[in-house]
């Protein structure tokens, strides 16, 4: 395929996500406590599909959930993928796979691909 190919492929296939940024503000200095604020959200089109347990497994190692999805966007989105807390993908909200505290993605010519999931609540 060429880039022309995948550019009118993209533009065809996408669906809408959210992104969602936040401001940390220290609540308390000395407990060193954080709250977000959250900003507006940014709506961008993405190619979303979704990762078995089996596929993340091997491509985010360490997340342990049944819901998780691999998606595709344009490179010049990049900066508010780095920024992003939250992903909203179909009215459910996801979080991007970090490695050592920062978000990690791949670069593929015009477009970047990152992995996100839900986090599992915790029974106690």
């Known amino acids: 395929m060429s880039r022309k190919d995948l550019k009118q492929f993209f533009r065809n296939q996408a669906t809408k996500i959210r992104i969602h940024t936040s401001i940390d503000t220290i609540t308390d200095p000395y407990e060193k406590t954080i709250s977000k604020s959250y900003l507006p959200c940014k709506v961008i089109r993405a190619i979303v599909s979704d990762l078995s347990p089996a596929q993340l ?21 990049e900066t508010l993928l780095k920024l992003s807390q939250k992903i909203t993908i179909d009215g459910d909200d996801y979080y991007g796979w970090k490695v050592n505290g920062r978000l990690s993605y791949r670069k593929e010519h015009d477009f970047i691909r990152f992995y ?7 029974n106690a």
């Open 57 to 77: 497994q091997w491509k985010a190692p360490g997340i342990v959930t049944n819901r998780a999805k691999e998606c595709i966007i344009e490179k010049k989105y």
């Open 116 to 122: 996100c999931y839900q986090k599992e609540e915790q």
